[in-house]
């Protein structure tokens, strides 16, 4: 597998769907008519508000969303074991084993912005990257894209953690990557992730 080859004949553009994520034009029109959208806080990677939308029935109500910039996770496969980075979420306040993750940059594909986020976490440049998937995710409240992409024929190059980034690379050995991922504390990122490569014979 090469760059931007997806991982099956399902997913066929290594590209983000809406652009680099902050402020998605999102395409087609809404199915029910919105007669407002506020924005009530932004910043670089994240803007929140709410649309006023019609019902069917002719009711309305605020529909309240955050839109985050798109985002790539890496799987990435070590001979017989899966990279996983070691890192303290203070949102959710614990430790957590995460697949290497971050946010798309503007004009980045999603193998690109992998490449990247792989070596800044984990010091580690890929032989070879695909594209597995791209979901958007927690659709009740969330305008959030992310992309998955599968890396192999590691080779070290250094980390390059930004100056508020503590994060330790690790590896788990394949057979054991659900399970390790499955405990908790956990997120639903490097499950999927993991359940996907699964699917594709990668893991």
Known sequence: MSDDTPADGNWTSDEPDFGDGRRHDWPG????????????????WQTAGYDLVEHPDGSTKKYYWSELATAVVVVARAGDDLLVVEQYR????NTQLELPAGIVEGGESYTEAGRRELREETGFD?????????????????RHTRGFVFAEGLEPVGQELDDNEY??????PVDEAVDVVRSPPTNDATLEGVLLAREEGLL
């Open 29 to 44: 029109e809404p199915d029910w008519p919105v007669l407002e959208t506020v924005v009530e806080y932004e910043t670089g």
């Open 90 to 93: 203070p949102t959710v306040r």
């Open 126 to 142: 890929a032989g070879s990257l695909s594209l597995l998937g791209e979901v958007q995710c927690t659709t009740g409240l969330l």
């Open 167 to 172: 994060i330790v690379p690790r590896t788990v």
